[in-house]
Structure formats: structure tokens, C-alpha cells
Antibody, heavy 120, light 110 residues
Framework: QVQLQESGPGLVKPSETLSLTCTVS????????WSWIRQPPGKGLEWIGY???????RYNPSLKSRVTISGDTSKNQFSLKLRSMTAADTAVYYC??????????????WGLGTMVTVSS | QSALTQPRSVSGAPGQSVTISCTGT?????????VSWYQQHPGKAPKLMIY???KRPSEVPDRFSGSKSGNTASLTISGLQAEDEADYYC??????????FGGGTKLTVL
């Protein structure tokens, strides 16, 4: 079955750029949307944005100025870059398969998540 | 402050039913039939329980059901079991290709 695995640094310095990659196994990233979602410690979930396999992207307006999501169909991966990191960006970052078709909307498969701490 | 409002906690005894509400606006819950619900156990990734307001993935027990009235969506869990104790989050399409989550509800099985 389809599985997602996040990878990237667990520690990022303030003002630096976070780079995370999500590797999809057991299926192709083609024909699906793929999202990043984060969860600060002890808090709720926040949708960051998505990429369609064709390259179309949409971002949370609150993060849009700092976020870039890209994809690599040859590697079956998609990636997140979040610039100008602050302590408020400390969170568990999840990648998820995003069903976003006419009449359907859900994050149906999730990665295990990766904890990212912003600290000097 | 989350765009969708959920009660911080609910509780129920084994075998009972509980309902978790998720209140938005006409621009979120009320405007689209795109509400989903996620269960999250401590230290684990969220799991999809309900999508498109009331549809249930095949692997989710039929004890879980979803509905919507106006700007408020609801998740009902009947026949509560100990393993249902978890945090539950609602999510809604919010127009302009954006999505918003609720703040989460902690379910305690007494």
C-alpha cells in the first residue's frame, strides 16, 4: 500500500530555511495532490499547502510569502521549503496524500511526521 | 485561534455515544460539503475517519458517522470503546483552494 516518509533536519536555526522531503512508496505521485501539514507541540493541525503532480501549487495565505512546495515525479518525491524560520515554526511536519477531486476532499494517507525545532 | 471551533474536550462511558461539533462559517463548513474528520492518538499521525461530511473509509468502523447542519458539522461515535480515546480534528475546504482545521477535541472514555 502507499506509504509516505518525511525526511529532513530536526533542528533549524532562526532565520534559516527549512527543507523537507516526502518520499512516496507503494504507488505513484501522479494523478494526486500532495499536502504538507504541521502541528506545533500540544497544538492543532495547520494546512501549509499542496502540490498537484503536474506542478500546480496552492498555499495557506498565512504562510504563502515564505513557502515553496515542489515535486519530482522521477523520484516519486515532493518537498517543502519554509523560509525565515522562527520559534513559532517549531512543529511536527506531516506530508499527506490529498484527495481533492470534484465531490471529494480528504487527507487520506499520512506520513509518520518529523519534528522540526527552531533554535540557535 | 482556529478557523473552525471545536469543544476542547468531551467524554463518555464505554458503550455510550458522543458527538463532537465543528463550527465554521458560510465560507467554510456552511459553504461546502467538504468536511473531514481525523483521529489522532498521542505521538501518532492523524487518521482519516470521515470525509465529504458523512462518508466513511472502508476500514473505519460504522460506529463513526458524520453530519452537517448549516455552519456546524458533527462527528458521532456510538458504542464507545476504550481505543476511541484520542484527539479528533475537523477540517473544511475554505474556498480559494485553502483548507482549515479545527482546534481539536480530546475524547476521554470514562
Amino acid at each position: 500500500q502507499v506509504q509516505l516518509q518525511e525526511s529532513g533536519p530536526g533542528l533549524v536555526k532562526p532565520s534559516e530555511t527549512l527543507s523537507l522531503t516526502c518520499t512516496v512508496s507503494g504507488g505513484s505521485i501522479s494523478n494526486y495532490y500532495w499536502s504538507w501539514i504541521r502541528q506545533p507541540p500540544g497544538k492543532g493541525l495547520e494546512w501549509i499547502g499542496y502540490i498537484y503532480y503536474s506542478g500546480i501549487t496552492r498555499y495557506n495565505p498565512s504562510l504563502k510569502s515564505r513557502v515553496t512546495i515542489s515535486g519530482d515525479t522521477s523520484k516519486n518525491q515532493f518537498s517543502l521549503k519554509l523560509r525565515s524560520m522562527t520559534a513559532a515554526d517549531t512543529a511536527v511536519y506531516y506530508c499527506a496524500r490529498h484527495i481533492a477531486a470534484v465531490g471529494h476532499e480528504a487527507f487520506d494517507i499520512w506520513g509518520l511526521g518529523t519534528m522540526v525545532t527552531v533554535s540557535s | 485561534q482556529s478557523a473552525l471551533t471545536q469543544p476542547r474536550s468531551v467524554s463518555g462511558a464505554p458503550g455510550q455515544s458522543v458527538t463532537i461539533s465543528c463550527t465554521g462559517t458560510r465560507s467554510t463548513v456552511g459553504g461546502y460539503n467538504y468536511v473531514s474528520w481525523y483521529q489522532q492518538h498521542p505521538g501518532k499521525a492523524p487518521k482519516l475517519m470521515i470525509y465529504d461530511v458523512s462518508k466513511r473509509p472502508s476500514e473505519v468502523p460504522d460506529r463513526f458517522s458524520g453530519s452537517k447542519s448549516g455552519n456546524t458539522a458533527s462527528l458521532t461515535i456510538s458504542g464507545l470503546q476504550a481505543e476511541d480515546e484520542a484527539d479528533y480534528y475537523c477540517c473544511s475546504y475554505a474556498g480559494n483552494s485553502t483548507r482549515v482545521f479545527g482546534g481539536g477535541t480530546k475524547l476521554t472514555v470514562l
